[in-house]
């Protein structure tokens, strides 16, 4: 069952779900974007492995300039919402691109849209251009809606890696699994670039 109107600004106000309760609209909540990026840029033919973290030097983290984020037809970066959110017992959070910048072409999430029951933490955006223009946006934009649903049953409170994000998380190896020899052994010593408290956020 989604939450809306007046339930969804109760249950906002009571668990402070965002920083900015302002951004509660009648079924959703408005996320804008954080000046804090992190693009990827691998060595021409690279293969990456699934399950594994990328390498660290080829994630650059950067805080926007006065030129805002440029995003070229085909580009993708790691971006996070400027808000703080706190996703109570009980209920879970699916994002969606706003509709305004949908129309240009540009998601915010590859299909990776749920916000856990229990997270608390920065969010992710993963933006890609899938248009043939570039794109300008600016920190504070207002990117993604968060619809907030209620679950079955309480659950189990999210404590996965992501918990406490302060940034753009770039993927982390996982944690599961056996050793496969196509691999190289297993994933557990595979080097990672982010804790499971998140990935911190700093200056350049």
């Given at each position: 069952?989604?939450?809306?109107?007046?339930?969804l600004?109760?249950?906002?106000?009571?668990?402070?779900?965002?920083?900015?309760?302002?951004?509660?609209?009648?079924?959703?909540i408005?996320?804008?974007?954080d000046d804090?990026?992190?693009?990827?840029t691998?060595?021409?033919?690279?293969?990456?492995?699934?399950?594994?973290?990328?390498?660290?030097?080829?994630?650059?983290?950067?805080?926007?300039?006065g030129?805002?984020?440029?995003?070229?037809?085909?580009d993708s970066?790691l971006?996070?919402?400027?808000?703080?959110?706190?996703?109570?017992?009980?209920?879970?959070?699916?994002?969606?691109t706003?509709?305004?910048?949908?129309r240009?072409?540009v998601?915010?999430?590859?299909?990776?849209g749920?916000?856990?029951?229990?997270?608390e933490?920065?969010?992710t955006?993963?933006?890609?251009?899938?248009?043939r223009?570039?794109?300008?946006?600016?920190?504070?934009?207002?990117?993604?809606l968060?619809?907030?649903?209620?679950?079955?049953t309480?659950?189990?409170?999210?404590?996965?890696?992501?918990?406490?994000?302060?940034?753009?998380?770039?993927?982390?190896?996982?944690?599961h699994?056996?050793?496969?020899?196509?691999?190289?052994?297993?994933?557990?010593?595979?080097?990672?670039?982010?804790?499971?408290?998140?990935?911190p956020?700093h200056?350049?």
């Amino acid at each position: 069952m989604i939450v809306v109107g007046a339930n969804l600004r109760a249950l906002a106000d009571q668990y402070r779900m965002t920083d900015d309760l302002a951004g509660v609209e009648e079924s959703a909540i408005s996320l804008t974007l954080d000046d804090h990026i992190a693009r990827v840029t691998p060595p021409p033919d690279s293969v990456v492995t699934y399950g594994r973290a990328l390498d660290a030097d080829w994630i650059r983290e950067t805080v926007l300039d006065g030129n805002g984020l440029v995003l070229a037809p085909g580009d993708s970066v790691l971006g996070c919402s400027t808000e703080l959110v706190r996703m109570p017992p009980g209920y879970m959070g699916f994002l969606q691109t706003r509709g305004s910048l949908a129309r240009h072409f540009v998601l915010v999430h590859c299909t990776d849209g749920q916000v856990d029951s229990g997270f608390e933490g920065r969010v992710t955006f993963e933006l890609v251009n899938l248009g043939r223009y570039a794109l300008r946006l600016w920190p504070g934009d207002a990117v993604a809606l968060m619809f907030v649903y209620r679950t079955t049953t309480r659950g189990e409170r999210y404590s996965g890696r992501y918990q406490g994000a302060t940034g753009p998380t770039p993927p982390v190896q996982r944690r599961h699994g056996s050793p496969d020899p196509r691999r190289g052994g297993s994933p557990d010593r595979d080097r990672t670039i982010a804790s499971s408290e998140g990935h911190p956020r700093h200056n350049p």
